[in-house]
Structure formats: structure tokens, C-alpha cells
């Protein structure tokens, strides 16, 4: 029973790794990714289960961390074409930088 | 057994959530239908499995680094989902609307 969940998470990530390669749009391309690392985070989760080693959950929680900086990062980068400036208020204002 | 039987249900229909969120993201015409597809789907799917499996753990760790990913997942997916389509709309991406009596003709 296991295996058929597996199955369908490997389903699901063919799907979302065809939509990130003929993604029209980088967002397309950012949606896909980040439904592919979720569902990479319940395949490490169930092939725990499957193989019976409790340990590998600790991988699927350091997994779900990265996936999130990852894309907050990747985010900030299409968005503003760097890493480091202060970006933007809710209506669009450039912040003021403190310093 | 009856435990089991409710964790199979809830692995099953989380891993049938996570093909029909996949075929969402290749059937929907534009970006926007296209996250809610995948926000909806990809959400209920993680919580439906990993609850499937705290249940077939029984009372032990793993029951609590699940709980852990889970209350992870749950406070981020939404975030990310958010931030990812807040970012569109700042970019002027366009929703593709159809030929609905007040929608726009494109």
C-alpha cells in the first residue's frame, strides 16, 4: 500500500517537472518547483515508512525548511534582481534603508 | 483496525489530491487558475498523507517529527503560495479571462 502512495507522488512529480520545463512564464516555472519540492518531502516521508528506518523523517523536516527559504529566495531574485536591496512596502513604496 | 483502515483512506486520498493537483497545473489555461489548483491540492494532499502516517506510527517519535513537518508545511505552503502570486501581480502578469458576458476578450 505504501508503494501505490509512492506511485502517485512519483506521478506528481513527473507532472510538476513537465510544467516547470513548458512553463510559459518564470512564475509557472516557480509553482511547479515549489509543488515539486512539497510532494519531495512526503516521497522521503513515505519511503520511510516503507523501508522502516524512523530517521529518514529528520531529511523530510530539513527538506521542508530548505524548500521554503529556497523559494522566498527565488522569489526576491526574479523580483528585484538581487539578493540585497530592501525592497518594497505593500503598495509598492521603495523602503527607506536605516542605515 | 479500524486505525488502519482510516490511515489507508486518508494515504489514498491524499495521494489521489496530489495526481488531480497535477493534472490541474497542466489543464488550467493561465498562471492564476493554475495556483489554485496547485495551492488547494498540494496543501490538503500533504496534510491527508502525513496524517495517514502519524497513524499507522503509532505512539512514538516519529509521531512527533510528522506532527513537526506537518505544523511546517501547514504555516508555509499558504505563505508561499501567497508570496509567489503577490509577486505576479506586482510583476503585472495578466489573468488569461474568457469570453464571459463582463470579462475582458482576450
Known amino acids: 500500500m505504501y508503494i501505490a502512495v509512492l506511485l502517485a507522488i512519483l506521478v506528481t512529480l513527473g507532472l510538476a517537472l513537465a510544467r516547470a520545463l513548458i512553463g510559459p512564464t518564470v512564475y509557472d516555472r516557480i509553482a511547479a518547483i515549489n509543488m515539486f519540492g512539497t510532494k519531495t518531502v512526503l516521497l522521503i516521508a513515505v519511503f520511510a515508512f516503507l523501508s522502516g528506518r524512523a530517521d529518514l523523517l529528520d531529511i523530510a523536516l530539513v527538506y521542508a525548511l530548505i524548500n521554503f527559504i529556497s523559494m522566498i529566495a527565488v522569489l526576491k531574485l526574479v523580483e528585484y534582481g538581487d539578493f540585497h536591496s530592501p525592497g518594497k512596502d505593500s503598495v509598492g513604496k521603495p523602503k527607506v534603508d536605516s542605515k | ?106
Open chain 2, 1 to 106: 483496525m479500524i486505525i488502519d483502515i482510516l490511515s489507508w483512506i486518508c494515504l489514498l486520498s491524499g495521494g489521489l489530491f496530489g495526481v488531480v493537483g497535477a493534472i490541474g497545473i497542466h489543464r488550467f489555461p493561465d498562471f492564476y487558475s493554475r495556483q489554485h489548483a496547485v495551492g488547494i491540492t498540494d496543501t490538503l494532499c500533504t496534510m491527508l498523507i502525513l496524517l495517514g502516517l502519524a497513524l499507522q506510527a503509532g505512539m512514538s517519535l516519529a509521531v512527533f517529527k510528522l506532527a513537526l513537518i506537518f505544523i511546517f508545511l501547514f504555516l508555509t505552503s499558504p505563505t508561499a503560495s501567497h508570496a509567489l502570486v503577490n509577486a505576479a501581480m506586482h510583476s503585472g502578469l495578466k489573468a488569461k479571462l474568457g469570453n464571459t458576458p463582463g470579462g475582458d476578450k482576450s
